[in-house]
């Protein structure tokens, strides 16, 4: 299965600043995806980062407070813009490896945020 | 869109009983059924999956069965151990969008 990478795994943030994580896979991958996991709750998708193109999101996520990057088929960053307290939640970054149809999809460690 | 509840939402075995979560879905199109396992602090870990055109599959203690007349599906742990314990997710995705859309949860608790 692919290797994925997450930096930072953690961070304390100020309100109204912004954090940019990334998501490194140690192979070539055709989706990749971010996650957010809300203290104690499920995984609720963000959007789809699509290689060379603006990401997809999904209902009630915008890009203005969530931009994606992905400049190529192994690397993505997620950016949490003008954070508040109702940030802080677990982010996470997911793989589908084997680039057929319903492959397996794997997470990376996440990135613990707080905001304070 | 698809809905997907999960139960239950806390379990408590003695070690070596079975463990049983059930999950059921809304969108008959759903083709792919994963579990995943999330121990504190780390991502979730994909335990074992199945698809649309099979009904069960097993993998040494693990066992998922689907039901797709019903739209539910479920995860079997047997002779469960302590370090089973954590939370378990099932998930749905349909089509080739690679979206999952996740269960709430299950906090499995072994007790030695």
């Given at each position: ?15 109204g ?21 809300q ?18 999101y ?6 203005d ?6 400049p190529?088929?192994?690397f993505s ?7 508040s307290?109702?940030?802080s939640?677990?982010?996470l ?6 680039g057929?149809m ?8 996440g990135?613990?945020?707080t905001?304070? | ?7 239950p ?5 003695q ?11 809304s ?11 999330q ?17 069960e ?5 693990i ?7 019903a ?18 997710f ?7 969008t ?12 072994v007790?030695?």
């Amino acid at each position: 299965s692919a290797v994925i990478s997450q930096k930072p795994s953690r961070d304390i943030c100020q309100r109204g600043t912004s954090l940019t994580i990334q998501c490194q896979v140690d192979s070539q991958v055709t989706m990749m995806f971010w996650y957010r996991q809300q203290p104690g709750q499920s995984l609720t998708l963000i959007a789809t980062a699509n290689q060379g193109s603006e990401a997809t999101y999904e209902s009630g996520f915008v890009i203005d407070k969530f931009p994606i990057s992905r400049p190529n088929l192994t690397f993505s960053t997620l950016t949490v813009s003008n954070m508040s307290p109702e940030d802080s939640s677990i982010y996470l970054c997911s793989v589908e490896d084997g680039g057929s149809m319903n492959t397996e999809a794997f997470f990376g460690q996440g990135t613990r945020l707080t905001v304070v | 869109g698809e809905n997907v509840e999960q139960h239950p939402s806390t379990l408590s075995v003695q070690e070596g009983d079975s463990a049983v979560i059930k999950c059921t879905y809304s969108d008959s199109a759903s083709n792919y059924f994963p579990w995943y396992k999330q121990e504190l602090g780390k991502g979730p870990q994909l335990i074992i999956d199945i698809r649309s055109n099979v009904g069960e599959k097993k993998d040494q203690r693990i066992a998922v069965t689907l039901n797709k007349t019903a739209k539910h599906f479920s995860l079997h742990i047997t002779e469960t151990q302590p370090e089973d314990s954590a939370v378990y997710f099932c998930a749905v995705s349909s089509g080739n969008t690679g979206k999952l859309i996740f269960g709430q949860g299950t906090t499995l608790q072994v007790k030695p």
